[in-house]
DNA sequence: TGAATATTCAACCATGTGGTTTAGTATAAG
DNA sequence: CTTATACTAAACCACATGGTTGAATATTCA
């Protein structure tokens, strides 16, 4: 096991991971078991299994074992103390925060236009 | 060199380093040459120098090179994505919770991965 | 010119990472 | 009791990472 020296080192470390910024981003809608977390990606269930482990570790996931399925839920202290670190240089980019919003939804128009192929 | 898939996994993956993020740290108070950057840390010159090179590819740094000094700059943009990112968990963490960033957060998550499905 | 400075590059090492497969442990269901 | 399910553990693999040292390159200074 890795030890840390911060929460940071750990947190910055899980999200630099796809697969686990997307579970994240499932358990932000409900509670969810190591098996539905795994289902939507293309890897063993081990694997999986493995970075809900990482996200745990980095305390941005609580496990609750209940019968033979762990139920995992979102806990966002941590993306909190993440968020503060990242908002003490924030006056680097508000001067270009028109800029930032302008692209940020650039973005969004270009995943509905993803959503808009699919749909096709 | 490692190729990613989005600026967050190469910025968080740069900021799980507390070498990187007191990097940044310095950076936040002025411009700095690579040799500025390393001295503080009990590691080889070239070392820190790698370090630095993590940062400008995760776009966190610009570097100019003058003469035989390479002046590093912080470049605030990407972290101004990443916490980008992190709000949008931020109804987790903060206690009112808005029906509206709610919805709008679900939305987001069905068009991310619709996004992942035309990558595959 | 020659020496010192600032930096990268290349080779190397130990350990970490993301992934696999196979086996093992509980628990639930027939 | 037996079988299927949910999950972890362990062993393994290829490759990335963080670190080192020593040599190479470019620039400045005396």
Request: positive net charge; aromatic residues 6%.
């Given at each position: 096991?890795?030890?840390?020296?911060?929460?940071?080192d750990?947190?910055?470390?899980?999200l630099a991971d796809p697969t686990r910024r997307a579970m994240l981003g499932?358990?932000?809608?409900?509670?969810?078991?190591?098996?539905?977390?795994?289902?939507?990606?293309?890897?063993s269930f081990a694997g999986a299994s493995k970075h809900v482990r990482v996200l745990?570790?980095?305390?941005?996931v609580r496990r609750t074992i209940r019968g033979r399925s762990h139920l995992c839920r979102l806990?966002?202290?941590r993306l909190a103390e993440a968020n503060a670190?990242?908002?003490?240089?924030?006056?680097?980019?508000?001067?270009?925060?028109d800029a930032l919003e302008a692209l940020l939804l650039e973005e969004d128009l270009a995943?509905?236009?993803l959503a808009k192929k699919v749909k096709e």
């Amino acid at each position: 096991m890795v030890e840390y020296s911060s929460h940071l080192d750990a947190v910055f470390h899980a999200l630099a991971d796809p697969t686990r910024r997307a579970m994240l981003g499932h358990l932000a809608a409900r509670e969810l078991t190591i098996r539905e977390l795994a289902t939507p990606f293309r890897m063993s269930f081990a694997g999986a299994s493995k970075h809900v482990r990482v996200l745990e570790n980095a305390g941005l996931v609580r496990r609750t074992i209940r019968g033979r399925s762990h139920l995992c839920r979102l806990d966002a202290a941590r993306l909190a103390e993440a968020n503060a670190w990242l908002r003490r240089y924030e006056r680097f980019w508000s001067a270009k925060l028109d800029a930032l919003e302008a692209l940020l939804l650039e973005e969004d128009l270009a995943k509905e236009d993803l959503a808009k192929k699919v749909k096709e």
